[in-house]
């Protein structure tokens, strides 16, 4: 709790990847929020002062996840409206302001998540969704402890600086000192 809502106000994109994670949590503990305390959560916490706020963020998120009927796959509301937000950035940055450093960064970046999007089942994704599936995939086979590649690794690096430019635009516009008509 206390975490996402710090990487909301510094890098969406550590948000988005951190609520991933947290869904999954969710369900791998099968909604059941007495589970998430006492085997995800208080082992975590320095002491049991935040476990009410904890207990109350985890109840609301297992809420918003049935209410939305996420018991098996999908993302919340709100991190699908953040990924729309990014994914108009992206094209705003790429169509609108014609910002050659982004330019550069997304072409690199774009053999490899055309890769990611043959390999995948996420056909359907833009390019932006379909980073942030990678990267969360990264995640996941860094805290399995997987071996990655110097391959894989190089085309994670390229799609994790296209996000973290994303992130850093994305924060400049939310503040207003983006300013898309004078890049």
């Known amino acids: 709790m206390i975490i996402a809502q710090q990487k ?3 890098n969406i994109a550590e948000y988005v990847l951190y609520m991933y994670q947290i869904e999954d949590v969710v369900r791998a503990y099968h909604f059941d929020l007495e589970a998430i305390i006492e ?14 706020s904890y207990r109350k963020w985890y109840s609301e998120i297992i809420t918003q996840m049935q209410y939305q009927k996420l018991e098996k796959v999908g993302h919340l509301h709100d991190l ?9 950035l992206h ?20 053999p490899y998540i055309e890769e990611f999007k043959n390999k995948s089942n996420l056909k359907d994704k833009n ?15 860094r805290l399995k402890k997987q071996e990655i590649s110097a391959e894989t690794e190089e085309a994670f690096d390229a799609m994790r600086v296209m996000i ?6 994305y924060h400049q516009m939310k503040n207003g000192s983006m300013d898309f008509m004078n890049n």
Do not use: C, G
């Open 39 to 52: 085997n995800y959560v208080r082992p975590q916490l320095p002491d049991d002062s935040f476990l009410s």
């Open 164 to 169: 973290a430019y994303l992130s850093r635009a």
């Open 91 to 110: 094209n705003s940055i790429l169509n609108v302001t014609n910002e050659e450093k982004y330019k550069a960064v997304y072409e690199r970046a774009v």
């Open 8 to 10: 909301l106000k510094e």
């Open 80 to 88: 699908k409206d953040i990924m729309v937000e990014i994914s108009y």
């Open 127 to 141: 390019h932006v969704e379909i980073v942030f599936h990678a990267l969360y995939m990264k995640l996941l086979l």
